[in-house]
């Protein structure tokens, strides 16, 4: 998992990448309905059992356990429990996640990775990027590969076009061998800020503003976007 999406974007444009090269996003659909909880309590047992003893893995698995099957939901006055999904909204769901993630990825990615079948990868929470040499492996068959990978997950492919992809709030462009960032904004924004003349805290209104004035100066933007921006 990407430590942060600025790391990402400079990480990114140190790379040198051919016209084989293709980039592609995956994004997880569904991700939190879709996570076995005894499969994942079983992959967090195994986990903590590389660096702990059995009765303190079993400690920590228990309650695991106990709280993730607390995914009751009511539809229509009928209560129901599902066999899967964690709770929306859970404390714990969002590590539970990632965990099974990290999982994933070390069970299948890893690989890719060292045999060079995939050049780049990098995910935050439930979206993946990719870099791969499209003359060994083309994007529909890395697309049927993680499909296949796991019962539970469907992942959305979306490849490069007109040179570019979008991932998160950042547009990658291929430029000859090199790749350049811009920051991507979606159709639906509205860049909608607290009115200033609200009796909202100071700081609140002004949150925004210093987090776009942030992310303008710390991607690396050429002169042209970042005037835009």
Known sequence: MTDNSVKLTHDLT????????????????????????????????AQLLNHNDKNTTEQICKPQKMMLQQNYFAFQEQVYQPTKAV????????ITAEIFLQHFEHSHVT?????????????????????????PTNPDAIAQYSNSIHRNLQLNATLEA????????????????????????????????????????????FAAHRYYIERMFNIPLNNDRLHNE
């Open 87 to 94: 709770a929306m909204g859970s404390p714990i769901s969002g």
């Open 162 to 205: 007109n040179d570019r992809v979008n991932f998160l709030y950042i547009s990658i462009i291929r430029k000859g061998s090199q790749l350049e960032i811009d920051i991507f904004h979606k159709p639906t924004t509205t860049d909608t800020t607290i009115s200033y003349l609200s009796n909202d805290p100071g700081e609140q209104k």
């Open 14 to 45: 140190k790379l040198t990448i051919s016209n084989s090269h293709t980039l592609i996003t995956l994004d997880i659909k569904d991700l939190y309905v879709n996570i076995a909880i005894l499969e994942n309590n079983d992959i967090a047992r």
């Open 111 to 135: 690989s890719l990775l060292d045999f060079k079948h995939i050049n780049f990868y990098a995910r935050y929470v439930d979206d993946i990027l990719i870099i791969h040499d499209a003359s």
